[in-house]
């Protein structure tokens, strides 16, 4: 479930702190705790031998994580791991709302109070340059350390590179250390009300145009059908970083257009090219047209609720917000709700954002070895197998999953949700440009989107937007 919605002040407050002292920003890839072996090489170069999932028998690992879905299956299956591989698990659950503070905090101390921990793959952009998490990826590549079942050829490759960075604003995911893992995800998608698009005698959008036209229309047509007080789409509207990345930035993708272009080795923001101001103002124009009353104040819990609640015509949102209230029995719109890619860019791009949860180590663990049997568990093909068919680990991260005959049947009864999926997950990655300060810039971003919405000029505000981050985003 995308929970992410609050605004990251005190987040961001705490990681510009941390970030402002030294740390350990010196250390490179494969930088470590205690166990680390000097001269920058990784603990995992000790594990040698046969692998063996007992040769940390008798180990307390402790965990950090965000209460979640995700964090249900897993504790629920941890007795599993335990009995494998003889490793105690203690973990703390914190509610998202301080769940990141409690991480920074921890893990700027430098004290390791946990060894393992859930975080967000943006968040290896603020993690990874002080040397906080470990690079995995040396324990990946040994076979002492990694058994041969936990293949890592079937993760969807395009998740398993949003965990992996060069550590350099800018530069491209995919290449660098591998600093976390991919646990559970969330592309974002199109979901809509097949009642209220009968009555009208609506289709699902191709286009962007399309969308905007059909938002317009069910929320002026809807009422007169029955629907009192329904709208067209639901969108995030919030003043937080949460605003910008799903719907938003899945179409301006789509759409050809970027954050951030880097020149002469410098970011350089291009929020306000003619082409990023010209769909900016048109997306404001949907919300404005076709969108909610409140809409400056809708986060993922509102868009989601709304739909279910028949409120909302159509959600462009993470695809578990539809989730949620189309199972059966979950909302007055259970039962009518079907999923669609969404439209297609002018080129029939359909490159789609998202936001995958992950697991990561922290590089001061004084037990690594131990931990990374408990990454190699929790992101391996039996625990996430049951998260998917008993559980709500709704996209899978791995591709055996996804074509699992008992996942398949569970999702069946969602029109379009397994077709959807299937369209979009090759086209679907991080469509940000990985950088320190995303948090705080993407929240500008979207205040800068409130005020389009309120009638300001587009280019004006969006020009504005650039020149001030162009002095932050280095």
Not at 62 to 75: G, M
Not at 145 to 161: K, M, S
Not at 373 to 391: M, V
Not at 449 to 472: H, P, R
Request: charged share 20%.
């Amino acid at each position: 479930m995308d929970t992410h919605a609050h605004d990251r002040r005190r987040f961001l407050a705490l990681t510009a702190g941390a970030a402002a002292t030294p740390l350990l920003a010196a250390c490179g890839a494969g930088f470590g705790g205690d166990d680390a072996k000097k001269g920058g090489g990784s603990a995992a170069d000790d594990v040698t031998g046969s692998f063996d999932w007992k040769r940390e028998k008798g180990t307390t690992v402790k965990a950090l994580l965000n209460k979640h879905p995700y964090t249900d299956a897993l504790i629920a299956d941890l007795k599993s791991f335990t009995a494998s591989t003889g490793i105690k698990v203690e973990y703390d659950v914190f509610p998202e709302d301080n769940y990141f503070d409690k991480l920074t905090v921890d893990l700027s101390s430098g004290r390791a109070s946990y060894d393992v921990f859930m975080l967000g793959a943006y968040m290896v952009w603020q993690y990874g340059p002080p040397g906080w998490l470990e690079d995995l990826g040396p324990w990946m590549r040994n076979s002492s350390a990694t058994g041969a079942e936990w293949d890592q050829a079937d993760f969807f490759p395009n998740l398993l590179r949003s965990d992996q960075w060069s550590l350099k604003a800018g530069a491209p995911l995919g290449q660098g250390g591998q600093y976390a893992l991919p646990w559970g995800w969330e592309t974002n998608v199109v979901a809509y009300n097949t009642e209220v698009f009968g009555k009208l005698g609506l289709k699902p959008a191709e286009t962007f145009d399309d969308l905007r036209e059909i938002a317009g229309v069910i929320k002026r047509k809807a009422p007169g059908a029955g629907y009192d007080g329904m709208y067209g789409i639901a969108v995030r509207g919030s003043r937080s970083w949460a605003t910008i990345h799903p719907g938003f930035m899945t179409m301006y993708a789509r759409n050809g257009l970027h954050d951030f272009t880097v020149e002469g080795g410098r970011l350089k923001p291009a929020m306000n090219t003619p082409e990023a101001v010209a769909f900016t103002q048109d997306w404001a124009g949907m919300v404005k047209q076709g969108g909610p009353p409140s809409w400056t104040s809708y986060t993922w819990y509102q868009c989601s609720s709304d739909l279910g609640a028949k409120k909302a015509g159509m959600l462009f949102d993470a695809d578990t917000a539809a989730y949620f209230q189309a199972v059966k029995g979950a909302s007055p719109a259970s039962g009518k709700i079907a999923f669609h890619p969404g439209p297609k860019g002018p080129d029939g791009s359909l490159a789609t954002n998202m936001w995958i949860w992950s697991l990561g180590m922290n590089a001061k663990s004084k037990k690594k070895s131990a931990s990374w049997l408990f990454l190699q568990w929790a992101t391996g093909k039996e625990h996430l197998r049951k998260g998917a068919i008993a559980y709500n680990h709704i996209d899978p991260v791995r591709k055996s999953i996804s074509q699992d005959a008992a996942y398949k049947d569970k999702m069946r009864h969602l029109p379009g949700f397994i077709e959807t999926f299937e369209t979009v997950v090759d086209q679907t990655k991080i469509q940000f440009t990985p950088q320190a300060q995303f948090f705080d810039a993407t929240t500008s971003w979207a205040a800068a989107l409130q005020e389009i919405y309120g009638g300001k000029n587009a280019k004006s505000v969006l020009n504005g937007l650039a020149s001030d981050l162009a002095t932050k985003v280095d």
